[in-house]
């Protein structure tokens, strides 16, 4: 990585008196893709949310997350998050019919973006939407534009966010499970898109995923969580086609594709908050634990060309 | 879908033939107006599911899933066509008493929403047992949890309520009382979908066990190929309300004949594999059906006359392949020569 855009270290959340996320840290260069994958609870939405400002009054955030020439963004206050957000940091949520404003039309929801942020005249907003709308691959666009949400088939919806993401050049796209509410076809459709505009803007992208194998076609790099803790993270090739991490390995596993003849589920489920280990959150259901798994907690550290975070990892496949 | 390697072909469990369902409609925006119109939500399904078998109906939103599974329970009478269970009328069948809904059992897509709140999980389950009496009063508690044991959860979950219940605690519940009836057949909506991938793979291995302990018959509702191939030894492929392909799930999914088939199976992700391209478009409207094959319109196959006639759907490559798709221009070759016009247009 030459140019590093984003530097998350240590970014640790509580929430009460839960630690929701424990001790996070990654980094991305500028136009990478990046995959936060994990399973339900792991934290991969709370730490989208933590970088863009997005987290409820009472959670607790440390850590620092160096952000392009801005040494901290968990330190802005809530002005200079103001004039990040839309602009430099953008988001595409997970569920676009909820997240779009059902009481005005598309075209007034991506036009105020352009003229808030941009400062752009009317005339000049409505045309730069629906160049964009156009660039999202919404046919028809200008009658599009007075057209209301519920008008629109959820993947429609889905390139309309894509399109308000977009609206500013952002340099930090992070797209939230943005297409678990819809059809395969459209799906395909939708990450070919988001990949397509990022690059073609130079934009770097962090995805929040569940889908292991879409993260190795569509990320350069992976980030492996668990109940909060970082379990693995490096270059998606490295990680997904020689996992180290018992729960890397594990979760490729129960990953069903096309001919899968057996699968083989670690037992049990994600851990709730109340009730985790002090040392590795996995231990309990780890098959390779040792004793000090559950007292101990595993520090990140550099092994075969990833970080690490396991007492007992596995052997090279 | 008949197994030719059994030799002679016994009555098939239940057998769609030309099945038409139409939905009478308001026209969508027309606010005052009381005119209806027709919308087909399924068309000439044929579709034969034989005992024991493990069918896959696979399809995108709008595809006629739901409508097929509302037929095969008896819920929705066909407009045209015949549904039959055991040789006899679905809906004739269901009228005479409890045994259909005792032998034909259903796990919902929503299963928490299945579930009464205020009910504890052993009442939840006794429930179904009382419905059709399955065994005297006394022996409930028991058979609760053997049922309970049966689907991989501990004993004291019954005496708690659905809302202390995981999301996949919660599907292993509906398992549990969609088999307290004894059921021959189990019919599951999306019943893995929206979970999380371990607790998925726990309900697969689960859900293949039980087929293969109870010799269940299992139509299993999905959108994902990769279970329909884990689960299921056969597939159906619907769009727009039509089969367009069917036949052993490994050789559809291996070798589709059908270019929706192919789409679908190149949209599913795939590690390392690089992104291919899309399929273009979405799926129209059942209200305003295109001319001709209904796949045309995104067809990267489409010739003229795709757009003249709706191709049926027809079997190629020999008995012993037990394939079907409803392509004029279908992608395997095979000796049989595909069919060219549709008798049935």
Redesign the interface.
């Known amino acids: 990585m030459t140019d590093v855009l984003l530097s998350v270290e240590g970014l640790t959340v509580h929430r009460g008196a839960r630690r929701i996320l424990d001790d996070v840290s990654f980094s991305l260069g500028r136009g990478e893709t990046l995959a936060l994958v994990g ?2 609870g792991a934290g991969k939405s709370t730490i989208a949310a933590a970088l863009m400002g997005l987290l409820a009054g009472q959670a607790r955030v440390e850590g620092t997350a160096a952000f392009d020439e801005a040494p901290d963004l968990l330190s802005l206050p809530e002005k200079a998050w103001n004039r990040l957000r839309g602009r430099r940091l953008a988001m595409i949520f997970q569920d676009a019919g909820a997240a779009l404003n059902p009481c005005y039309t598309v075209g007034s929801q991506l036009t105020t973006v352009l003229r808030r942020q941009l400062s752009l005249g009317r005339a000049e907003a409505r045309a730069r939407a629906i160049a964009l709308l156009e660039s999202v691959g919404l046919n028809d666009a200008a009658a599009r534009m007075s057209a209301y949400p519920h008008q629109l ?1 959820g ?2 919806q889905q390139r309309v966010m894509v399109a308000i993401a977009l609206a500013c050049d952002p340099d930090l796209l992070f797209a939230d499970e943005p297409t678990s509410a819809l ?7 939708i ?2 898109l988001i ?1 397509d505009q990022t690059k073609q803007k130079g934009a770097s992208c962090i995805f929040v995923l ?5 993260a ?3 990320c350069d790099r992976i980030v492996v969580l668990y109940a909060g803790q970082v379990m693995e993270a490096g270059p998606s ?1 490295t990680v ?2 020689d996992p180290r991490h018992p729960y890397t390995r ?2 490729k596993s ?8 057996e ?5 049990g ?2 851990p709730g908050y109340d009730d985790l280990p002090a040392g590795c959150r996995f231990a309990s259901r780890c098959p390779r634990a040792l004793p000090r798994c559950r007292t101990d907690k595993p520090r990140l550290e550099e092994v075969a060309g990833r970080s690490l975070a396991c007492w007992n990892p596995e052997e090279a496949a | 879908m008949t197994r030719p390697a059994e030799g002679h072909d016994p009555q098939p469990l239940f057998e769609l033939i030309e099945v038409e369902k139409v939905y009478m409609v308001r026209r969508p925006g027309s606010v005052f107006s009381t005119a209806k119109v027709g919308l087909p939500a399924l068309d000439g399904v044929r579709l034969k599911i034989r005992k024991g078998a493990s069918v896959a109906i696979v399809g995108e939103s709008g595809s006629g899933k739901s409508t097929l599974l509302r037929v095969l329970l008896g819920l929705t009478r066909p407009t045209e066509g015949r549904a039959l269970y055991q040789g006899r009328p679905i809906d004739e069948v269901r009228a005479e008493g409890r045994e259909f809904a005792r032998q034909v059992a259903m796990v919902y897509q929503d299963a928490r929403g299945s579930l009464n709140p205020r009910m504890t999980i052993g009442a939840l389950i006794a429930e179904p047992l009382r419905h059709f009496a399955i065994c005297p009063e006394t022996d409930l508690p028991a058979r609760v949890k053997a049922l309970l044991a049966r689907v991989g959860l501990p004993a004291e979950v019954a005496d708690r309520y659905p809302s202390a219940l995981s999301g996949g605690q919660v599907r292993r519940v509906a398992i549990a009382r969609a088999l307290a009836s004894e059921p021959t057949v189990l019919v599951a909506d999306e019943a893995v979908s929206g979970l999380d991938v371990s607790t998925q793979a726990q309900l697969l291995n689960l859900l293949r066990r039980l087929q293969r302990e109870m010799a269940l018959t299992l139509v299993f509702i999905t959108h994902d190929l990769g279970v329909a191939s884990y689960l299921c030894e056969d597939i159906a492929i619907m769009y727009l309300g039509r089969i367009v392909e069917t036949g052993p799930t490994n050789a559809v999914l291996n070798a589709p004949a059908h270019p929706y088939a192919r789409a679908l199976r190149r949209a599913a992700p795939e590690f390392f594999a690089p992104i291919t391209e899309p399929l273009p478009g979405e799926i129209p409207s059942p209200l305003d059906l295109p001319p001709g094959c209904r796949f045309s319109g995104r067809c990267d196959r489409v010739q003229p006359d795709c757009h003249l006639s709706d191709p049926a759907l027809l079997r190629f490559g020999g008995p012993a392949a037990n394939r079907a798709a409803a392509c004029f221009y279908p992608l395997t070759e095979s000796p049989t020569a595909p069919q060219k016009r549709d008798i049935h247009a």
């Open positions: 399973e339900s088939s993947g429609m059809d395969v076809t459209i799906q395909a459709q990450v070919r990949l569940h889908d292991l194998a879409l190795s076609q569509s090739e997904l086609r594990l979760l129960c990953v069903i594709e096309i001919g899968t003849s699968l083989d589920p670690p037992p489920s994600v």
